[in-house]
């Protein structure tokens, strides 16, 4: 069943295959040995178990909590469930809850917020709060952007996205931090800005620039060059700071991950020369992609029951590029698991 894909020195292997129902979000512990898994555990698809799972085998260990909220594997995932170091950060209806992952589970504390960012090399933590005013008689949404202490919650600043008076303001779907920790990569889907983050500051630069539309995913290659995922399944690879498009390139679905060293790219997309004489459906296949020159280095198929969708779902690499797992069919989600071998 488990198939293993060599190219160059790269080799995947894939070493789990579990059904888990309700699954929308996974995210690896620094190791790779465990996973952190967001779950419906209701028809109406309004209550959400975080569980820890083990990478190996697929069997629930422990579960830290159970709340309301939302919980999407295609936009916004590393946003709303993260582990880093010793950190674990989820989003629910009560806020932004944060354990200590070190020895244990041991909650630290809730902040509120729908989205966030964390830097572990920094020790922020960058979170999206939105607050409804009344204005001209109805509720309008007034975004912020908050910036805190990684390991206590406790706000040192906090930036005004939408002024009383702004009719177009600039909301926030998405954050990415720059490989130094320095810069907030912010999109509200479309539109991309720059966010300076500074000890106890956060300065949003100028222009704002379109990075097309039906963003699904938008991270940094390097300090200069950043990538976004659209939901047509094009990926583009721009300039940050002017704005200017380098490069395209093209995939039949929008699931996309970067690995931690910035080494590889990976994402969903279908076999580049599938026989049809049978009529059979195409082979779908995650690809690797070695950066910066984006050189197709492997393939790993994979099985799901709706071959024709070739729907939007959640890839996601460990802290040390070990291991890479993926969420296939939305319908039956089953979470697939690869280990890296070189």
């Known amino acids: 069943?488990?198939?293993?894909?060599?190219?160059?020195?790269?080799?995947f292997g894939e070493v789990l295959r579990q059904p888990i129902s309700g699954l929308c979000q996974v995210a690896f512990s620094p190791n790779g040995e465990q996973i952190a898994i967001k779950r419906f555990t209701d028809a109406e698809r309004q209550t959400i178990e975080l569980a820890i799972f083990s990478a190996k085998t697929g069997e629930p260990q422990s579960v830290l909590h159970t709340g309301n909220g939302k919980c999407s594997p295609e936009y916004g995932a590393q946003n709303t469930l993260a582990w880093e170091g010793r950190t674990l950060a989820a989003v629910f209806e009560e806020g932004i809850m944060v354990w200590d992952a070190h020895e244990g589970f041991e909650q630290r504390y809730t902040v509120e917020g729908?989205?966030?960012?964390?830097?572990?090399?920094?020790?922020?933590?960058?979170?999206?709060?939105?607050?409804?005013?009344?204005?001209?008689?109805?509720?309008?949404?007034?975004?912020?952007?908050?910036?805190?202490?990684?390991?206590?919650?406790?706000?040192?600043?906090?930036?005004?996205?939408?002024?009383?008076?702004?009719?177009?303001?600039?909301?926030?779907?998405?954050?990415?931090?720059?490989?130094?920790?320095?810069t907030l990569l912010a999109s509200d889907g479309v539109m991309v800005r720059l966010v300076d983050v500074g000890k106890q500051t956060i300065t949003v630069r100028e222009p704002t620039w379109a990075a097309g539309y039906a963003l699904s995913l938008a991270d940094w290659l390097d300090e200069r060059v950043v990538f976004t995922g659209y939901g047509t399944g094009t990926v583009g690879f721009w300039d940050a700071t002017s704005g200017n498009q380098e490069r395209e390139l093209y995939l039949k679905s929008c699931g996309l991950a970067l690995s931690p060293d910035r080494r590889w790219l990976v994402g969903f997309d279908v076999n580049d020369s599938p026989d049809f004489s049978d009529n059979s459906a195409p082979e779908q296949v995650i690809k690797v992609f070695a950066l910066p020159e984006v050189s197709l280095i492997a393939k790993l198929p994979y099985e799901a029951t709706r071959v024709e969708a070739n729907p939007c779902l959640q890839l996601t690499f460990s802290a040390d590029g070990t291991h890479l797992a993926a969420i296939i069919d939305e319908s039956n989600p089953t979470l697939h698991v690869w280990a890296r071998r070189e």
């Open 1 to 11: 069943m488990f198939q293993s894909i060599r190219a160059q020195n790269l080799q």
């Open 114 to 182: 729908s989205l966030f960012a964390l830097s572990t090399l920094t020790e922020r933590l960058v979170t999206v709060s939105l607050e409804k005013r009344f204005r001209e008689n109805a509720l309008e949404p007034f975004p912020s952007l908050v910036l805190r202490e990684l390991d206590n919650g406790r706000e040192l600043t906090r930036y005004a996205i939408r002024q009383a008076d702004d009719e177009d303001f600039f909301s926030v779907n998405w954050m990415a931090w720059s490989p130094r920790g320095e």
